[in-house]
């Protein structure tokens, strides 16, 4: 359901395989909303985010240093939209979460890859250019 595709690809291949991981974490979530064998989903959920979070400041760190590396000029302005994913994470309140589930788990989905395909084909796909 949520993965990669051709229309994603920046054309770096460390930036592409990178992004790949990310929509796979989309794709777990998904699969978590999807579960009803699942009861309690809450430590899943705080699970996911966690990754979520750590991968996605590995993977912006490893795409801003290439981008200062090639001397890229809107550099900048992949740093805000990074800071404010990373921030929009940061801030998920757990107990809303715990309170709401399946709700949450939804908005977690939508929020992520609305952000993913928006940033990286309005924004990432750029860099390669
Ligand atoms: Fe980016
Ligand atoms: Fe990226």
Do not use: S
């Not at 460390?14 to 979530?29: C, M, Q, S, T, Y």
């Not at 959920?45 to 001397?71: C, D, P, S, T, W």
């Amino acid at each position: 359901m949520y993965e990669l595709k051709e229309e994603y690809l920046t054309g770096i291949e460390e930036i592409d395989n990178e992004h790949r991981v990310l929509f796979e974490i989309a794709e777990e979530i998904y699969q978590l909303c999807e579960n009803d064998m699942v009861p309690d989903k809450y430590d899943h959920i705080v699970n996911l985010l966690q990754r979520l979070k750590q991968y996605a400041i590995m993977h912006f760190a490893h795409e801003e240093a290439y981008m200062e590396g090639i001397q890229y000029k809107k550099l900048f302005t992949q740093k805000i939209q990074h800071d404010n994913f990373r921030r929009k994470l940061d801030t998920m309140d757990l107990e809303i979460i715990d309170d709401n589930q399946d709700q949450a788990i939804e908005d977690l989905l939508k929020f992520v890859t609305d952000w993913l395909v928006e940033h990286i084909v309005g924004t990432d796909k750029q860099i390669g250019r």
